[in-house]
Structure formats: structure tokens, C-alpha cells
């Protein structure tokens, strides 16, 4: 039959049978989840149908849009959520946001994950099918532990060499973005494999599968391998391991990038693939910068900022951070990197999504400019259609919170 595509070769495990790009399967659900906005809708759904939940164990409600929630409304739909978790036995968690929960502690390869948000993809990075539905499709998962799809068809991506200084993962998703447009992927997986996998360790692989759903994908994913197997093992979760591997004849929609080649790139409103070279937006006067959020709220990812702002005397933009969880700040915390943060008056929020979603902390004024480390900047996303938005990678944000206006992080470097 020839050599199947990562996605191909999870469903068809999953199924015991071989399965065809189009063909429409019914698939056993691993794990389901909603956050405090999908979670109330969900729930209704699960109500409507009478059945409970099928996997009570498997099934998660994550509150991280809004936490500490900042008006009674969402207080309310928390507290919805809290009562139907404990009456039906399902996972309530508030450690951080819900992608970095799945991957810290019950993504695994082969897993099918069906994800009430559309960055969902994120667990994808080690080696499952994870993918963003619907509340109601999401209800329909957690009440009969099954969910339907079109098998998807799948690019192929080899990634080759390796990235110089001051560049990252989120400058190669922002170019790929910007080369195949945000219709580039529409209901097909991204796939990444090559000999620069050896160079893109997990951190900035999750990066990457975070941001496949803004090409239009289904997911993206990455094989099972050695790194995968290290971070689950660090995770306390060795026995989840299992080898996915990737064959390059299984594209017939195949892209090369050269990691050598990239450079830092910024997604300028109001869309993510309107993607520049940094050159060409250095400059732009920057009032907000945002390091954090689901896309690069890692401890890798302040890290890299850090090297940039530990010798900063004073900063032009204000600075806010959103750790991705708990266990990220405590990181933080011992690398002595949130200290250092604190006394240059930046902003530290509790884990999850802070301003990204626009309705919690961090709002934006009218006509304020903001360079963000989040996924996406449509009109109004942070909270106020009047505002604008860039995105980049933490090692620009940094650079940019020094000078108060988009720099290069290589001349910083």
C-alpha cells in the first residue's frame, strides 16, 4: 500500500484497519475538553442529549480564559462548569491554559483528542490527532466517547539545517503562514519531519502545531521520537511513549524549509498571514508587548526573552507576561527570570490566556499598538476593534519592550 501519512497511520491504528484520505470514519475518542467559553455551551449540549458523559476520566473542563474571573458573568459560567464536573465526575483544572494542561500531563502519541478550542493542535507536536470542534461536537464526544471525521489529507513539511541566533520556531510557523496563506492547509494536516527536527526541540515544536489551525489546518503534527520520548519521560509519563515515524513519499504536497534561511518575521494586523520580514516593520512604534499565551508561554520561550531583557536598564513599552501554568512559573521562578521581570515593572499574570482573548486582563485602548507572542491578531482580538496587533516571537518581544518600537532581537543579541 505504500507509506501512509502520520495522520493516516494514527486513525488507522485507531480504527485496526486502513483508512483513505476522505473517508468518513466514526473514531473512538481518547480524551475531550472544553475551556470557561466552550465549557457552558458544551455542557448544555451534554444535557440535551440525557446521557452523562462516557469517559468521565478522560473528559476535562479547563478554566483558563478568564482567571480570576473578571466580572460575574464569567464567575457564573465557572461555577456552571464546577457543578456539572462534580456531579458527572470530570477533570476540573486551573493550573494554566488548557493546550499546555494536554501537554504536560495527557497528550500521548496516537492519542485522538477532541479539543473545544482551535488551538488544540498544540498536543499534535507529540505524535496525536488532536484537533479543534465544536461545543456541540465536543458535547457529542464527551456523551458518547466518539466523534466523526473526514480523513484528512496532509502536507508535508521538511524542515532541514538549523536555525541561527535569534531566530525561532515562531518565525518558521509566521513564514510558512505567510507563504501559504491562511487558506493555505483548509482541512488538511500539517505534517513536519526532516533532519532539522533534530534542531527543533518539543517546546518550539508545540509552538509550531499551535499555530497549524491559522493556515486553515485540521492539525499538525510531528513524528514520536526521541524528543518526544525525553519530554514525557520528564513529564513523569514514560510509559505513554510510542514511536510514530514519518516518510517523506507519503506527501504528494510537499514544502522545504531551510532553517538556516529563516529569519524573524512579524504578523502585522489584521491578519496572521500578513507576514513581514523584520526589516521591513522595524521601526513601527510599539505601546504593548505581550510574552506568553498558549503559543509561547513555555519556559524556553522566557528564556530566550530573558536573554534579551536580563541586562535592561529601564523599558520603552509595557510589558506584560502570561506563563502558560503553574508549572511554567515556578520555573520562572527558580531560574530567578520572574524576579528579574518584576523589577523591571513588567506585568505578571496568573496562567492562562490574559489579554490574547481580549476579556480579561490587558485590554487595549483605542489606537494602541501591540506586539504579542499570542496566535493571532484579527481586529479586536485583545479586546478593542480600535487597537492594532503584530505578533513575533519572544525573542522580538523582548527586544521591542527595550526600544518601544519593533527591533530586531539580533541586534540585541
Given at each position: ?11 488507522s491504528e485507531k480504527l485496526s484497519r486502513e483508512v483513505s484520505p476522505g ?391
Amino acid at each position: 500500500m505504500g507509506k501512509k501519512t502520520l495522520a493516516v497511520q494514527i486513525i488507522s491504528e485507531k480504527l485496526s484497519r486502513e483508512v483513505s484520505p476522505g473517508e468518513i470514519v466514526v473514531l473512538p475518542v481518547d480524551r475531550a475538553f472544553c475551556q470557561d467559553g466552550t465549557g457552558p455551551l458544551a455542557i448544555d449540549g451534554i444535557l440535551s442529549l440525557s446521557m452523562g458523559l462516557k469517559n468521565p476520566s478522560n473528559c476535562y473542563f479547563f478554566i483558563d480564559h478568564a482567571v480570576p474571573p473578571p466580572r460575574k458573568e464569567l464567575a457564573n459560567a465557572h461555577k456552571k462548569i464546577k457543578n456539572f464536573a462534580r456531579e458527572y465526575k470530570a477533570k476540573v483544572i486551573q493550573e494554566g491554559i488548557c493546550h499546555q494542561m494536554m501537554i504536560e500531563k495527557f497528550a500521548a502519541p496516537f492519542d485522538i483528542i477532541v479539543g473545544a478550542d482551535s488551538h488544540t493542535p498544540t498536543s499534535g507536536a507529540l505524535g496525536c490527532f488532536a484537533a479543534g470542534f465544536g461545543s456541540t461536537d465536543a458535547a457529542s464526544a464527551m456523551a458518547t466517547g466518539s466523534v466523526w471525521i473526514k480523513v484528512p489529507r496532509s502536507i508535508g513539511f521538511k524542515l532541514s539545517g538549523k536555525l541561527k541566533r535569534g531566530v525561532s520556531a515562531k518565525d518558521v510557523i509566521l513564514k510558512i503562514i505567510g507563504d501559504i496563506g491562511s487558506s493555505g492547509a483548509i482541512y488538511k494536516v500539517m505534517e513536519f519531519f526532516g533532519g532539522g527536527l533534530k534542531n527543533i526541540p518539543m517546546e518550539s515544536r508545540f509552538t509550531i502545531s499551535n499555530m497549524t489551525i491559522e493556515a486553515g489546518a485540521k492539525t499538525g503534527i510531528f513524528p514520536a521520537d526521541e524528543f518526544v520520548k525525553e519530554w514525557l519521560s520528564a513529564q513523569g509519563r514514560s510509559d505513554d511513549f510510542r514511536p510514530l515515524e514519518a516518510f517523506e513519499d507519503a506527501y504528494e504536497e510537499k514544502h522545504e524549509i531551510i532553517l538556516d534561511d529563516v529569519v524573524p518575521c512579524v504578523a502585522c494586523p489584521h491578519e496572521v498571514s500578513n507576514v513581514e520580514r523584520i526589516e521591513k516593520v522595524a521601526g513601527e512604534p510599539i505601546d504593548v508587548v505581550v510574552i506568553g499565551t498558549c503559543t509561547n508561554g513555555r519556559i524556553s520561550d522566557f528564556e530566550a526573552a530573558f536573554e534579551i531583557l536580563k541586562n535592561a536598564k529601564k523599558l520603552a513599552a509595557y510589558l506584560i507576561i502570561v506563563p502558560a501554568s503553574q508549572t511554567v512559573v515556578e520555573k520562572m521562578v527558580e531560574k530567578g527570570i520572574f524576579s528579574r521581570l518584576n523589577s523591571l515593572g513588567a506585568k505578571i499574570l496568573p496562567p492562562g490566556c490574559g489579554p490574547c482573548c481580549g476579556v480579561h486582563e490587558g485590554i487595549l485602548a483605542d489606537g494602541e499598538r501591540a506586539l504579542s507572542t499570542a496566535n493571532r491578531n484579527f481586529r479586536g482580538r485583545m479586546g478593542n476593534p480600535q487597537s492594532f496587533v503584530w505578533l513575533s516571537s519572544p525573542q522580538t518581544a523582548a527586544a521591542t519592550a527595550i526600544t518601544g518600537k519593533i527591533t530586531d532581537p539580533r541586534e540585541m543579541l
